[in-house]
């Protein structure tokens, strides 16, 4: 039986082992190592790529992990493609980010402690990795408890900035609250099935036994612990405030791995929960207990309609990208509103092209930040004259955040409409578009602070080879996405298929 | 069999040009000689072509390799066929020749140029343009479907564009830029057309792909008229891009560009782009299109040759005889003698090239003088360049011993079976009086140009035989100009090798009720194409075309000597005898102001009828509304300061819309977040109560 367990693990968990190991790895090194920063930094991404290339290895494999026994044969986590790819784009958006940090202003000099940070960083890693594929409401919550006691450390990482402290301690009590709410749905649908395990509830609730109302309302009070992770209005009150005061590279992570998360554990929540089939040309087939698909054009449409409206007047860059960030959380959440296999597709197409322009984006803002000390966007003027290849890139990202051709934007939006059309979601498809055009305008407006704005000062924004270098392998991708790709919809496509459905 | 050799020498073909134009444009005038690094990548992609040549006319002869991937792919499954646009390059004998013909001429190009164009002052530039040339033109060859040849077409009408305009300080020459840019969109625009309805019906751009598609018997529409005019409508853009009857008033305009330029793109290879797609489409053209395209052909060719006769620069009498050859060409395609037509495609880029290259030749002697009345005499002074010069008229007017004789006798051939199959007299009428015209004028430019006495002694007495990489380029032309490279008979066009063994005529697949009788595929799928009824015609056909070709060139270079050498008729009062027909063919049949005067007036006149209604009507519905809108604002600016105002204190307890008043909402009080979340919660149990 150990056995069993042992070689379970090897061959499904290789990321969350080399993660798990990794984090005392680096506590060690941490201790060893006291001249040689670099060699930390170098650590993490030596063990990140490793994660990265395990979990491109276990691609296609389906299993449940650690059985529950007598007679059941359901599991507590489940290894499919849907959870491998959102371990890919957790692990590598973790790499991009070690990247960020070591060429950080905000994360310089002696204060920094760049050993508990990667052990804090690893921790929500693993927290991830672990939510993406919970089978189980205890696993899932415990992993979403690591993952977000983690973040909120991180978000108050820099010693001594109020700014930074109070986003942490409204992060926490936020998140607090999220999650008691949630545990306590979480006991209501125990309650209710008595289990915990989502593929043991979906054998319950095939039967109509269920008081509806009580179910209903144990799933509205689950929703706001995801609601809280995936930034969805109306649970998204802390996410400009934090996004604001935490450092840039935690905020970029925020904004992207933590979201692919939350919205794993989302499709996991309502397909095996909720879903009895899934139909020959695609769609999903539900009990009917819950109007799911109402309720997630609701959210998006909220989602993308709040967060496109105020970020039109923000004038700190930063908090511009969280609130465009809660409108893009809109539109995948739409593309999950689908409830089909076209729609899962749309996703994570838009998930893996969000993660490059939605970094890239938050990089250039670094960069700038690194010199100037803020992103307001008085910052940004003329940096088209100062800074050409900086101006160029952040163009491209903000290009593609809105989806104009020939970027990869465009590519994410396409898969999203082509997926709406298709469920002849005409009304949402509609709005997301007018909410597209209204993004424009604020996208547009940093564009053209940087070309058509004379900068108010002499100073000069320089940036070295490497940071250049690196900005621009994210623009690449972006571009060839845009052109050609077929590659990308190819590759995702494998990665549809959810265990048992 | 697709040897990937073959695909890794045409992507080098392909992309070394374009690399050498970004070498020249990133260096950005930085390095000085980088020109030099621009053409030894034009000389690998040479050699690599070369290597395309040789397999694919001696190793493999016959075998076609296509290399492609899938572009973008939507498997829409409900209802919709699957969309599957696949890009990818095909590699057959008559690409590897072409492909060959370009880069040749263009390398040769490249090394006479560096002396032409010495001291110009965006002398590097100028070699990053023609990079950017020779890639989109090896595009156009390369492609195996219709949506990369749009692409490229508008990359070499791009090229094109900056080429002519090189000297844009010239007024002439930028208009002449935009004059050729407007006057190609213009066929482009049908082409474009084209392409969608067979897109639409056919669900790809792969040449093969379509035509399994209508060989299957699909048709755009169910019809078969909407096939011919499919076809029709894409050769719409040969006829912008070869210069074809009504568009063909660019390209003698487009002369303004440098000279090795003219001849590069003007003479020996976009313009015969446009022949290049119609052989490529040439197996979806139903017998309606073949007529329409034939008669197109055959009316450019009579009338640009007619002008030529009375033009006095020599770079416009080239023009015109380009444009006159160019419409041989298509004509040919017209009536069915496709291997002929791309043959004749071959040996004219070569000695039109030469031509033009030794005119720049003289010109570059002649200290940038261009009008033929003040030459004269240079056959002393310039030996090299006569005699090269020499061999080209030769083989333009079909002289036997030339290439040009093979080629077009194999033409003239083909429109007289044509006319006898068919009764379509028109053509081989037409094709016959322009040998006669042809002959004319290329010995009465030679004659005035070479022959006799200096016209102006100072520009003569300065005038030099041009250097050595000038001078090569013009000698490896004319060796190219003479029968032996293309078959061992120089007097049996059909024992060429282009016929007999390098182009194999392809199986038409339109349907039988809508193609010619005698060119439908016989049914056992042999060897032969055309049934006996063709084949007869064509062996009836070679001997008296050969006799009459032969007869009109002797006349003609009768005439021009008694004209020009002895002076037995004289020209001018020849021209003040017959002042009409003169000035017809002078101004060029008054194309220019007949376009100017219809056309450019027509729109002009329209869009000042346009402009009064926007002034009038538009304007009037605009400053109504912009009256309309200040009232509403009135209203809504009241409205603002009595209710939405009021309603701001509010907004920190609902979900307003307005993004101005939904950042209130964002108090930076953690306590009012909470409660907020909890309403909400409450509204969504309350909205989703089962």
Request: proline share 3%.
């Amino acid at each position: 039986m150990g056995n069993i367990i042992i070689n379970d693990l090897w061959s499904f968990l290789k990321p969350e082992i080399f993660i798990a190991g990794g984090i005392f790895i680096i506590l060690l090194a941490d201790l060893v190592i006291r001249d040689n920063r670099k060699a930390i930094h170098f650590t993490a991404l030596i063990i990140l790529i490793a994660a990265f290339a395990s979990a491109l290895l276990q691609m296609g494999t389906e299993s449940f992990i650690f059985y529950l026994g007598k007679g059941n044969n359901h599991g507590l986590l489940a290894v499919d493609p849907m959870s491998t790819f959102i371990k890919l784009i957790t692990i590598f958006s973790t790499i991009l980010i070690v990247i960020f940090t070591i060429t950080s202003e905000e994360f310089k000099g002696s204060k920094f402690k760049s050993g508990e940070f990667y052990t804090l960083l690893f921790g929500m890693l693993l927290g991830m990795l672990l939510l993406s594929s919970g089978a189980d409401l205890i696993i899932i919550y415990v992993s979403l408890e690591l993952l977000s006691l983690s973040s909120y450390v991180l978000a108050g990482f820099i010693a001594g900035s109020n700014r930074s402290s109070e986003a942490s301690l409204k992060y926490v009590i936020y998140g607090a609250t999220s999650s008691g709410i949630m545990l306590f749905g979480i006991s209501i649908l125990y309650g209710l099935t008595g289990t915990t395990n989502l593929y043991a509830i979906h054998t319950i609730l095939v039967s109509p036994h269920v008081n509806y109302l009580t179910l209903g309302l144990s799933i509205l009070m689950i929703f706001i612990g995801i609601g809280f992770k995936i930034s969805a209005v109306p649970f998204h009150f802390w996410t400009p405030d934090v996004y604001e005061g935490s450092p840039l590279p935690v905020t970029a992570y925020l904004s992207v791995a933590s979201k692919a998360a939350g919205f794993a554990l989302l499709i996991r929540f309502i397909k095996v929960g909720f879903i009895s089939s899934v139909g020959t040309n695609g769609f999903w087939n539900f009990y009917e207990n819950f109007d799911w698909q109402l309720f997630l054009i609701i959210l998006s449409i909220a989602s993308m309609t709040v967060g496109n409206l105020t970020a039109l007047w923000q004038n700190n860059v930063k908090r511009m990208l969280a609130y465009s960030s809660i409108a893009h959380a809109g539109y995948m959440l739409l593309a999950i509103a689908v409830l089909s296999e076209k729609g899962m597709l749309a996703f994570l197409v838009y998930i893996a092209i969000y993660m490059f322009m939605n970094l890239g984006a938050f990089y250039a803002v670094m960069l700038v930040a690194n010199k100037k000390g803020n992103e307001e966007i008085s910052s940004f003027a003329g940096l088209g004259y100062k800074n050409p290849y900086l101006a160029f890139g952040l163009s491209i990202f903000l290009i593609s955040l809105t989806g104009i051709p020939p970027t990869g934007g465009f590519i994410g939006k396409l898969y999203l409409f082509i997926a709406l059309l298709d469920g002849d979601m005409y009304w949402p498809a509609l709005i997301a578009l007018l909410n597209t055009v209204i993004s424009l305008y604020y996208y547009v407006r940093i564009i053209k602070e940087m070309y058509l704005t004379k900068a108010l000062d002499d100073t000069t924004i320089e940036t070295s080879k490497t940071e250049l270098t690196f900005m621009f392998a994210l623009v690449a991708p972006i571009l060839v996405f845009g052109i050609y790709f077929t590659p990308l919809v190819n590759f995702c496509t494998n990665f549809v298929r959810i265990l048992g459905f | 069999m697709n040897d990937p050799l073959i695909l890794y020498a045409s992507l080098i073909t392909l992309f070394l040009p374009v690399a050498g134009f970004a070498l020249v444009t990133f260096s950005l005038g930085r390095i000085k000689k980088v020109f030099i690094g621009e053409i030894s990548l034009m000389a690998v992609s040479l050699l690599s072509s070369v290597y395309i040549l040789i397999d694919k006319l001696f190793l493999h002869p016959g075998v076609t390799s296509v290399f492609e991937f899938s572009w973008i792919s939507f498997a829409t499954g409900t209802g919709n066929q699957p969309i599957n646009v696949k890009l990818g390059i095909s590699v057959d004998s008559v690409t590897a020749i072409l492909m060959f013909a370009v880069m040749l001429i263009s390398f040769l190009v490249h090394l006479f140029s560096v002396e032409y164009m010495h001291g110009d002052k965006r002398f590097n530039r100028y070699f990053g343009y023609l990079g950017l040339f020779t890639f989109s033109m090896l595009g156009i060859v390369l492609t195996h479907n219709l949506l990369m040849m749009y692409i490229f077409w508008e990359l070499v009408g791009l090229s094109s564009y900056l080429l002519i305009g090189f000297w844009f300080e010239k007024d002439s020459a930028a208009d002449a830029a935009k004059k050729a840019f407007l006057v190609n969109r213009i066929g482009d625009i049908g082409m474009f057309l084209g392409i969608l309805i067979l897109f639409i019906t056919y669900g790809t751009f792969t040449f093969s792909e379509i035509f399994a598609g209508i060989g299957s018997g699909k048709l755009p529409f169910d019809s078969e008229g909407w096939l011919t005019a499919a076809g029709i409508l894409v050769f719409l853009g040969a006829v912008g891009k070869s210069a074809q009857f009504p568009l063909h008033v660019w390209l003698p305009d487009a002369m303004e560009g440098p000279t090795p330029v003219s001849a590069l793109i003007h003479a020996a290879t976009m313009v015969a782009a446009g022949v290049y797609l119609v052989i490529r489409i040439f197996v979806m053209l139903t017998a309606d299109a073949m007529v329409f395209i034939a008669v197109i052909g055959a009316l450019t060719a009579f009338i640009s040759a007619t002008i030529a006769l009375t033009q006095n620069d020599i770079k416009k009498v080239l023009a015109y005889s380009t444009i006159s050859q160019l419409g041989y060409m298509v004509m040919s395609l017209g009536v069915g003698a496709y291997a002929f037509a791309f043959f004749h495609l071959i040996t004219h880029a070569f000695f039109k090239a030469g031509l033009f290259l030794g005119s720049g030749s003289v010109i570059h002697a002649m200290h940038h003088e261009q009008d033929i009345r003040n030459m004269g005499g240079l056959r002393k002074k310039m030996p090299v360049t006569y005699f090269s010069f020499l061999a080209y008229t030769l083989a333009i007017c079909g002289i036997p011993l030339t290439s040009g004789f093979l080629s077009k006798d194999g033409i003239l051939a083909g429109t007289y079976s044509f006319g006898l199959l068919t009764g379509h007299w028109l053509i081989p009428i037409l094709g016959f009086s322009v040998v006669l015209l042809t002959a004319f004028y290329m010995f009465r430019l030679l004659f005035k140009t070479f022959h006799g006495k200096p016209a102006d002694l100072h520009k003569y007495e300065h005038a030099h035989e041009s250097p050595f990489l000038m001078a090569m380029p013009l000698v490896v032309l004319a060796v190219l100009s003479v029968f032996f490279w293309y078959g061992l008979n120089p007097a049996s066009p059909d024992s060429a090798w282009f016929v007999s063994k390098w182009i194999d005529v392809p199986a038409k697949v339109v349907p039988e009720s809508s193609n010619f009788s005698f060119m439908n595929t016989t049914a056992t799928g042999g060897e032969s194409l055309y049934n006996a009824e063709y084949t007869e015609a064509q062996h009836h056909a070679h001997f008296p075309t050969m006799i009459m070709s032969l007869l009109f060139d002797i006349i003609a270079i009768g005439l021009a000597l008694l004209f020009y050498i002895y002076f037995k008729l004289n020209s001018r009062k020849l021209a003040a005898a017959l002042p009409a027909v003169y000035n017809f063919s002078l101004r060029k049949w008054y194309f220019d102001e007949f376009y100017n005067g219809v056309i450019v007036k027509g729109t002009l006149l329209f869009s000042s009828v346009l402009y009064a209604f926007d002034k009038y009507i538009i304007d009037g519905i605009v400053n109504f509304s912009a009256y309309l809108t200040k009232l509403i604002s009135r209203v809504s600016s009241a409205f603002d300061i009595i209710f939405v105002d009021g309603l701001v204190n509010f907004t920190a307890y609902i979900n307003g819309f307005a993004g101005k008043h939904l950042r209130r909402i964002q108090t930076g009080k953690v306590q009012t977040y909470l409660v907020l979340v909890l309403f909400a919660l409450l509204t969504l149990i309350i909205l989703f109560k089962p």
